[in-house]
Every structure is written in C-alpha cells, then in structure tokens.
C-alpha cells in the first residue's frame, strides 16, 4: 500500500517519438527557463541524455548540442559520448568547454553531486550556466510519504528494484550548499509537478488532499514533486 501513496499515475510524454524520461510537462517547463538564460546558438553539453529526447529539443531550438550517457548510442544529430558521470567524465571531453551544460532528472541517479558539479566546473565557460532538475525531497509529497512510511516520494524500494535507481534524494538546502560550494549563483529555481487534476488514481486524489489540507502547516522550502535550478558559474573551475 504504501508504494502508492502520493504517486500519479503515469502519463508519458514524447518529444518526436523520443520518450521525455520525466514528469509529464517538466522537459516543456525546463525549456522555458533554459532560453531565458541561454540564447540560441550556444554550446550546451546535456549530461545523461537517456534517449534523446530533451537534447533534440535543444538541437531543434538551434542551440549546439553536445548529449552523452552511460550507454552506447549513434542515432543522434549531434555529437555523442559515451561517459560515465559517476567518475571523472570532464577528461572525456578533450579540453572543450561549454556555454551551457544541463543535468536533467538525473542527479538523484548519481552517487556524488559534489563530484559531479566539480566536473561540470571544468567544462563551462567563465560565467556558464547550468539546468538542473530533481525530484523535490523538500517538497510536500516527500514530507508526508516520510512520516508516514519512513520513505522520501520516488525514493523507495520498487523503482530502485526495477532498474530507475534513484539513490540520491537532494533537498533544496542540499543543492544550494553544493551550488554555492562549487561557486554558481542561483538565478532561478522553481517547482513542477506532474498532472494529478482531474485525478486518475487514488494517488493523485490524495496530492489534491494533501495541498488543502497539510500544506498550509509547512515551513522553509516545499514545493512540489520536482526542483528546477538555473545556476551561474561565479568563477572557472581549475584542471589542477
């Protein structure tokens, strides 16, 4: 019972046939606040690319896509690597260096977000930004899944069984330690969630339930199932 608790029922969303791996409507919300700090044109790396689908959305708004991931892949209309981003993936990339680099629903699938954003440090630009995207263990769903079930929301045993591997729950004080440690500003951060309205499940009656009823009682950074971030490098990383 509890693996259902606040959980949507899924609506899957495609770009050009090319499955979004996300929350129905957060790669269109990403997209937004992207072009807001990004203009056309720029070179962007997008980190854990999956199947392609929000790299292509890049790659079709002319921006200069440059996707990578674990697995091997060569369909793409852009440059591709394959890279694991669990160890020192800025070497793979011989010495480029990026406008912009993305991290998309993917960070809470990585052992180390500090090593992580070390890395990305190396790659960008002097003042280069970054999108990140993550489930919310701030948010409202995963405070009320974790006093009752011991559990934060996405963050329990049946997706990590199945092969989504979600190890990394990140809150909002979390993020913004290692944002400011590795010397990015945020510029923006904002919340998404998937479509519970009108309600397809008992899980997604019970997040209607729970925005009425418990959310006027929490404090500090809530929220909902997923934390966006666009973030500036104050400073350039140092291959020493």
Known sequence: MQDVILESEPRPT??????????????AKAFRLFRRHVSPGSTVLDLGSGPGGWAQRLHDASYRVTACDVVEANSFEFPYYQVDLNRDFAAQFAGQQFDAISIVEVIEHLENPRHVFRQIKLLLNPGGFVLLSTPN???????????????????????YAIGNEHITPLTAW????????????????????????????????AKIVAWAVFRPFMFGTVGGQCILY??????????A
């Open 174 to 205: 979390q993020l913004e330690c290692v944002f400011h440690e590795n010397g990015f500003a945020v510029l923006e951060r904002m919340f998404h969630d998937a479509p519970f309205f009108p309600p397809h499940s008992p899980g997604e009656l």
């Open 137 to 159: 263990a701030s948010g409202l769903y995963s405070r009320i899944r974790f006093f009752f079930t011991g559990q934060m929301a996405m963050f329990t045993d049946s997706p």
């Open 14 to 27: 495609v770009y050009k046939g090319l499955p979004e791996m996300a929350a129905a409507g957060l790669h």
């Open 230 to 239: 666009g973030v500036q490098s104050s400073s350039p990383g140092s291959r």
